[in-house]
């Protein structure tokens, strides 16, 4: 047929990828995956320097020796997640396919894959806060909740410093209450956001940007379908049993690591697809979240206490 399907799968791909990083509320993560390596597949290396602290001089033998080391480490791409969608050849001709397989593709990753996405990261950092005890526990009211925000602010900067760069994702509860807080108004301010090529304005506090998500992306455990399983047919993701609502996760801007990788997207027409007379589309997402070990003392989470 006229039509480049190759050359359209590789357009599509290189736009869902930049649909991703300004479209989900963690795609500003992705910015710390610089100097991450990555060839294809689903494994990706991540730089870790280790290095020696200042010695004493000696004024006869000068510099004492120091050590320093960088190693990249390979971290594998847990969620491995994909779909595949038919349009029939009498619905969609190739005249007007491009149009109607740009409007699926990007659908469907505005309103299945980037919801998936945060919720996989913001459950992910709370578990690994959590495991190294920097979780607490707070129903919020506005008669407090300043003070809980302010003081959870306080434990990351005393690690970090005051000049690192923070970033609050704030369920949008929890931001209404904030919003409604005793004295806020002389706390809270707007700042100017960059995620991707995209600038926006948020609310912040004390130059902190303020992230509001929805509450179905902010909780501490979820169950990924897998789309085969009787009940987990229609794929996606819902809450896990037992988990609850995260009102805030503080973070330095610098410590989660986030990768997510659109794999080569496959389009076929309905004279190569041998299962249906239709357009064929494959969609394959790896993505994954790491916090270094050294970064983790920058991470705080904040949620409801377990019913």
Known sequence: MAINTLEMATLFQQQLDKQMIEGATSGWME??????????????????????????????????QGSVTLKYGTYTMTQDRGRKFQLDAIDVDETNFVAAAANVTTEFQRTKVIPEVDAYRYSKLAALAAGASHKSEYTPAESD?????????????????????????????????????????KRLDVTEFAQGSIK???????????????????????????????????????????AVDINWIISAR????????????????????????????????FHDLWVPDNKLDAVRVNQKPAS
């Open 31 to 64: 910015k710390n995956a610089g100097q991450v390596k990555y060839s294809g597949g689903n494994e990706v290396k991540i730089p870790k320097i280790n290095m020696d602290g200042l010695a004493d001089y000696d004024r006869d033998n000068g510099y004492t």
């Open 145 to 185: 909740i300043l003070s809980k925000l302010l003081s959870d602010i306080a434990a990351v900067q005393d690690v970090v410093g005051e000049n690192e760069p923070l970033v609050i994702t704030m369920s949008i509860p929890a931001a209404v209450a904030l919003a409604q807080a005793d004295k806020i108004e």
């Open 200 to 242: 926006t304005k948020v609310q912040s506090i004390d130059n902190t940007p303020i992230l509001r998500v929805p509450s179905a992306r902010l909780k501490t455990a979820y169950v990924f379908n897998d789309g085969k399983t009787t009940g987990q047919t229609v794929g996606g993701f819902v809450p896990a049993a037992g």
């Open 254 to 285: 610098r410590a989660p690591i986030a990768v997510s990788k659109t794999d080569t997207m496959k389009i076929f027409d309905p004279i190569t697809n041998q299962g249906a007379q239709a357009w064929l589309i494959e969609y394959r997402k």
